[in-house]
């Protein structure tokens, strides 16, 4: 009985401390292209918890299928603000996955 106890109190343990996230920073939904005509406009909005962002390219590893693909699309990926912002919500996405 003890044995047992144990076991299901190890695997509690293992199965609430696994990340959720596979090691990226956040979860983000790509909510679609942005199609202002501005000089700084253009590029891919992405909502990461409250606020929504902009990048302008896609991680070199990250299949998209402009085809067959279509917004809003669920990732995970992890960022940073860009130096050389123009209007202010401009991100550099350095690593990205679909969420699965």
Same mark, same amino acid.
């Given at each position: 009985m003890?044995?047992?106890?144990?076991?299901?109190?190890?695997?509690?343990? @293992?199965?609430?401390?696994?990340?959720k996230?596979?090691?990226?920073?956040?979860?983000g939904?790509?909510?679609?292209y942005? /199609? =202002?005509k501005c000089?700084?406009c253009?590029? /891919?909005?992405?909502?990461?918890?409250d606020?929504t /962002?902009?990048f /302008?390219v896609?991680p070199?590893?990250?299949?998209f299928d402009?085809?067959t693909?279509t917004?809003? @699309?669920?990732?995970?990926?992890?960022? =940073?603000?860009?130096?050389?912002?123009?209007l202010?919500?401009?991100?550099i996405?350095e690593?990205?996955?679909?969420?699965k």
């Amino acid at each position: 009985m003890t044995k047992t106890l144990f076991g299901i109190v190890v695997l509690f343990i @293992l199965s609430t401390s696994c990340e959720k996230n596979n090691g990226f920073q956040n979860e983000g939904i790509i909510s679609g292209y942005d /199609y =202002r005509k501005c000089m700084c406009c253009g590029g /891919y909005f992405v909502e990461v918890e409250d606020s929504t /962002y902009r990048f /302008y390219v896609m991680p070199d590893d990250f299949n998209f299928d402009w085809e067959t693909d279509t917004f809003p @699309l669920n990732v995970l990926l992890d960022w =940073r603000l860009d130096s050389a912002q123009c209007l202010g919500d401009e991100i550099i996405v350095e690593r990205m996955e679909r969420v699965k």
